[in-house]
């Protein structure tokens, strides 16, 4: 009777905690109760400050959300090292004025002052009751005393919307983390023009005029944006299928001296990348061929990763290389040959840095060529180097540097 009792309570126990990916670097457990502090894309909205500039940002507020804190997504791979909260440089009305506990106690030091941090509820016509935090253009985190620094708010900024099941960010209770980035879409607005005096007869409504909108999305991952900038001369951040050749094309159509490009695609090919991935099989050649059709001096060498353990192995590493060629049929054939599943690797740390050595060293470059790898993927890479133990970030990137090969990054949704 008595291992019974004992083997209920281990069941129950069980059945309290979910699995749900962190931060993008690991996969947590959680309980069901953290899981309700969440915070999903449909509960925020921005609103732009139109007068004194940042934005508004604006979080329904939910049954066991009772307060909510900004700070930033990333933190040490070792977990070491917290992740900071975000604070405005000076005072203002909507936060200025908001408690924060630690370890029960208020925070008054000069450090503490004015973290983007709400417990009061206000309504909205939009959410109803809401949290509601004003987000400077240029917000501070850390300390003197340990890391600290400055973020300018654009396209690619992430955030982490900390939700806490106590008032004023208390940590005596259950919280959540839930990352976002900034990021900016075409809305279709009516601009309706002032009628003039005396009015005339009445006018066809004006038809809508395309305007930006910046959002705050939670489709890409966090660690993999941080990683992919460290890489990269630029970073695109794709919409998919739906923009992911039209992301290629903005990289590639400016080249002058296209008869002298040594390009590699350094594609992610596990399951996440299904959508992707077909998207390419089918829209590859035509683009090549519309970009390059008229330069048979340039070459394009693919290359597929995926992780240890998987079934792909060259030179002891996940890769699939196949060499540079000019022929973009050849090139369609051997996109075409990759088969995805969707059951391949998944949206955890990948083999990215050991395709970018990959990449710089089984390709015959040509040493006067314009040398290019486009990285296209939607994981970050181990934290602490595998295999062999040498392929880090440094360590690829001085192999690229030395060959002068430029690293471009396309980062797709997170699936």
């Known amino acids: 009777m008595q291992k019974k009792i004992i083997l209920v309570t281990v069941l129950l126990a069980a059945m309290q905690m979910v699995f749900a990916q962190n931060d993008g670097s690991q996969t947590s457990l959680f309980t069901e109760k953290q899981q309700q502090l969440r915070i999903t894309a449909e509960n925020v909205r921005l609103v732009p400050d139109t007068k004194n500039g940042g934005y508004h940002l604006y979080v329904k507020k939910t049954l066991n959300v009772n307060s909510i804190l900004l700070t930033e997504t ?35 030091s000069e450090g503490a002052k004015y973290s983007l941090v709400d417990s009061t509820v206000e309504d909205t016509s939009f959410f109803g009751p809401a949290f509601h935090i004003y987000i400077p253009e240029t917000i501070v985190y850390g300390y003197d005393w340990s890391r600290k620094g400055e973020v300018k708010i654009g396209k690619g900024t992430f955030i982490n919307i900390r939700s806490f099941e106590k008032p004023y960010a208390d940590y005596t209770g259950d919280y959540m983390d839930s990352p ?33 909108e910046t959002i705050l999305t939670d489709d890409y991952n966090p660690i993999a944006s941080e990683k992919f900038k460290e890489l990269s001369d630029d ?8 923009t992911i050749i039209e992301d290629i094309k903005g990289l590639l159509e400016n080249i002058e001296d296209k008869d002298n490009l040594d390009l590699v695609f350094a594609i992610d090919a596990t399951g996440s990348m299904k959508n992707d991935i077909d998207k390419l099989k089918t829209d590859m050649y035509p683009l090549l061929e ?4 008229g330069s048979p001096g340039a070459r394009i060498g693919l290359l597929f990763y995926r992780d240890y353990g998987d079934t792909f192995k060259y030179m002891d590493l996940p890769v699939k290389v196949y ?24 949206d955890i740390p990948e083999a990215v840095y050991e395709a970018m050595y990959a990449s710089c060293e089984f390709y015959s470059w040509r040493t006067t060529a314009q040398k290019k790898i486009i990285l296209i993927g939607d994981a970050e890479p181990h934290p602490t180097p595998r295999g062999s133990g040498k392929y880090s970030k440094d360590y690829v990137m001085k192999i690229a540097d030395s060959r002068k090969i430029k690293i471009h990054s396309i980062l797709l949704p997170k699936d």
């Open 74 to 108: 990333t933190k040490d791979p070792a977990g070491k090292n917290d992740s900071y909260a975000y604070r405005a440089k000076e005072y203002n009305s909507i936060n200025g004025d908001e408690i924060r506990l630690l370890d029960g106690k208020k925070l008054e």
């Open 180 to 212: 976002f980035m900034f990021d900016f879409r075409v809305v279709k607005r009516v601009v309706k023009k002032p009628a003039p005096k005396p009015a005339p007869e009445s006018e066809p409504e004006p038809d809508p005029v395309e305007e930006p």
């Open 235 to 242: 970073i695109i951040y794709s919409k998919g299928p739906e």
């Open 290 to 293: 519309e970009l390059f059709g």
């Open 323 to 346: 060499p540079f060629t000019s022929n973009f049929t050849s090139f369609s054939k051997n996109l075409n040959s990759i088969r995805i599943y969707g059951k391949e690797g998944g």
